[in-house]
């Protein structure tokens, strides 16, 4: 019996400790078989305390009258699998007669606290089949992207969901996407997630950033052009719409539509073309877009429209000639003048850091997922990288991008820099590399070293 004790004394510290130092390891060992007896043993009560059961039918009434047996209890959602996962646990439930997803979505608080969960959230698979994922702990806490992951051409593993599930940036589901947040809400670490996992893609990358390029050409030898004023970027923006242009005329002259051409063969975009004559596929990272937006006098409020009129041309056309906008600042509203709201309605993919205000929420989701606004706004300063992503279907979920340093993006483009394609309309402003610092640098005094 003393041996028996001390190994059962030496599983409860072992499982402390695994709880508060590795919470993964924890639920893996302990957790999870624990979570499945719980939510097993209590579903039926809690399922009637939360108000998603239904009355037994009424031939069961009958039933129960006529051979004088007691009356059925409510029925509870039948449970068509318990499947455990890295970070949580999958319930797939098939609903009774007379009820909706939307019961179930709108009771995961309450089967948070009755299953002692960290967090419950449901989507429906089909009609009658919901699907509720509950999470043992925190996952957004300390990052960890799963070894394995579901990659395809443009389709990026970017962060972690609260539910556990990877988030992924596609973009040919979602060609344009928007990203704001305030200062330290963790845009760059996402952005650089972005170009990492773009890197050892056949793709080509078009940056501009407007803060003399201190985000953006540390990462120059993946990018195929780049801009570090509005000047630059105006020229470039306009060097891509001619592109695209050119592009539609190559789709235009490989339809073929003929009586003898199947269907699935006549090309609409640059997918539909054969592998041989596929245009690289562009996506365009701007950085600090507001930048592009202000003007002081005349002739840069000349150049603010220019900037202005050939984003919106690319968010609208350039979709089909595999041009892809990835538009970043710390505020997005109509503040920024003529022609932001037009361009705002053309990036379905949303994206919103820590923010200071309602209204910089309300500029990424009133108009898609107003629900979205308040998880917006209570993001906490002390966890940097956490966001609320949601598109135009009207979901949200709450993400973060594991930490990723400047020296790891740098690697990463390094890496594969030997993939970087050359497209000549864009040749002029290829990055230079290897530049030797100017003779006239500006005067900047350093802080002085302390002993």
Same mark, same amino acid.
């Given at each position: 019996?003393?041996?028996?004790?001390?190994?059962?004394?030496?599983?409860?510290? *072992? *499982?402390?400790?695994?709880?508060?130092?590795?919470?993964?390891?924890?639920?893996?060992?302990?957790?999870?078989?624990?979570?499945?007896?719980?939510? /097993?043993?209590?579903?039926?009560?809690?399922?009637?305390?939360?108000?998603?059961?239904?009355?037994?039918?009424?031939?069961?009434?009958?039933?129960?009258?006529?051979?004088?047996?007691?009356?059925?209890?409510?029925?509870?959602?039948?449970?068509? !699998?318990?499947?455990?996962?890295?970070?949580?646990?999958?319930?797939?439930?098939?609903?009774?007669?007379?009820?909706? *997803?939307?019961?179930?979505?709108?009771?995961?608080?309450?089967? !948070?606290?009755?299953?002692?969960?960290?967090?419950?959230?449901?989507?429906?698979?089909?009609?009658?089949?919901?699907?509720?994922?509950?999470?043992?702990?925190?996952?957004?806490?300390?990052?960890?992207? =799963?070894?394995?992951?579901?990659?395809?051409?443009?389709?990026?593993?970017?962060?972690?969901?609260?539910?556990?599930?990877?988030?992924?940036?596609?973009?040919?589901?979602? =060609?344009?996407?928007?990203?704001?947040?305030?200062?330290?809400?963790?845009?760059?670490?996402?952005?650089?997630?972005?170009?990492?996992?773009? @890197? =050892?893609?056949?793709?080509? /990358?078009?940056?501009?950033? +407007?803060?003399?390029?201190?985000?953006?050409?540390?990462? @120059?030898?993946?990018?195929?052009?780049?801009?570090?004023? #509005?000047?630059?970027?105006?020229?470039?923006?306009?060097?891509?719409?001619?592109?695209?242009?050119?592009?539609?005329?190559?789709?235009?002259?490989?339809?073929?539509?003929?009586?003898?051409?199947?269907?699935? %063969?006549?090309?609409?975009?640059?997918?539909?073309?054969?592998?041989?004559?596929?245009?690289?596929?562009?996506?365009?990272?701007?950085? %600090?877009?507001?930048?592009?937006?202000?003007?002081?006098?005349?002739?840069? %409020?000349?150049?603010?429209?220019?900037?202005?009129?050939?984003?919106?041309?690319?968010?609208?056309?350039?979709?089909?000639?595999?041009?892809?906008? %990835?538009?970043?600042?710390?505020?997005?509203?109509?503040?920024?003048?003529?022609?932001?709201?037009?361009?705002?309605?053309?990036?379905?993919? !949303?994206?919103?850091?820590?923010?200071?205000?309602?209204?910089?929420?309300?500029?990424?989701?009133?108009?898609?997922? =107003?629900?979205?606004? /308040?998880?917006?706004?209570?993001? #906490?300063?002390?966890?940097?990288?956490?966001?609320?992503?949601?598109?135009?279907?009207?979901?949200?979920?709450?993400?973060?991008?594991?930490?990723?340093?400047?020296?790891?993006?740098?690697?990463? +483009?390094?890496?594969?820099?030997?993939?970087?394609?050359?497209?000549?309309?864009?040749? #002029?402003? !290829?990055?230079?590399?290897?530049?030797?610092?100017?003779?006239?640098?500006?005067?900047?005094?350093?802080?002085? *070293?302390?002993?």
């Amino acid at each position: 019996m003393n041996w028996l004790a001390v190994v059962l004394l030496l599983v409860v510290a *072992a *499982a402390v400790v695994l709880r508060w130092r590795r919470p993964a390891w924890y639920w893996m060992s302990f957790g999870v078989t624990l979570a499945v007896v719980r939510v /097993l043993f209590r579903y039926a009560s809690v399922m009637d305390a939360c108000g998603l059961t239904v009355p037994p039918p009424r031939w069961r009434l009958t039933l129960a009258r006529l051979t004088n047996r007691p009356v059925p209890r409510p029925r509870a959602p039948r449970v068509l !699998r318990v499947r455990p996962t890295r970070t949580g646990l999958a319930l797939k439930l098939k609903l009774r007669p007379g009820q909706d *997803a939307f019961d179930v979505a709108a009771s995961c608080d309450r089967l !948070r606290h009755s299953f002692a969960m960290y967090g419950v959230t449901s989507r429906e698979l089909r009609s009658g089949v919901v699907e509720v994922r509950m999470t043992g702990y925190d996952v957004l806490k300390r990052v960890q992207m =799963p070894a394995k992951t579901d990659t395809r051409p443009m389709r990026v593993p970017v962060a972690l969901r609260e539910d556990g599930a990877v988030h992924y940036r596609d973009y040919r589901a979602v =060609p344009h996407a928007l990203t704001i947040g305030a200062t330290e809400s963790g845009k760059s670490v996402y952005q650089r997630n972005l170009v990492a996992g773009l @890197a =050892p893609m056949n793709v080509a /990358l078009v940056g501009i950033d +407007c803060k003399q390029g201190v985000e953006l050409f540390p990462l @120059a030898r993946r990018f195929s052009a780049l801009a570090d004023n #509005p000047d630059t970027a105006a020229d470039l923006l306009d060097a891509l719409v001619s592109y695209m242009e050119d592009v539609y005329q190559l789709i235009r002259a490989e339809q073929r539509i003929t009586s003898d051409v199947p269907d699935a %063969e006549i090309a609409s975009d640059i997918w539909d073309l054969p592998a041989g004559l596929r245009p690289v596929p562009v996506v365009v990272m701007v950085d %600090e877009v507001a930048e592009l937006a202000l003007f002081a006098t005349k002739a840069e %409020e000349k150049r603010r429209d220019q900037i202005i009129t050939a984003l919106a041309r690319l968010a609208q056309l350039g979709r089909a000639a595999g041009i892809y906008l %990835e538009v970043c600042g710390q505020r997005f509203g109509s503040e920024l003048g003529k022609g932001i709201t037009m361009l705002r309605a053309q990036l379905t993919g !949303r994206t919103a850091h820590r923010v200071n205000d309602e209204s910089s929420a309300n500029m990424a989701f009133a108009d898609i997922a =107003p629900d979205a606004v /308040l998880a917006a706004i209570q993001i #906490p300063t002390d966890m940097p990288g956490v966001a609320i992503t949601g598109d135009a279907t009207g979901g949200w979920a709450r993400i973060r991008a594991p930490h990723t340093s400047l020296r790891q993006a740098v690697n990463t +483009c390094n890496r594969y820099a030997d993939l970087t394609p050359d497209l000549p309309a864009l040749a #002029p402003f !290829r990055p230079v590399l290897g530049i030797p610092a100017p003779k006239d640098a500006p005067a900047v005094e350093s802080i002085p *070293a302390t002993v």
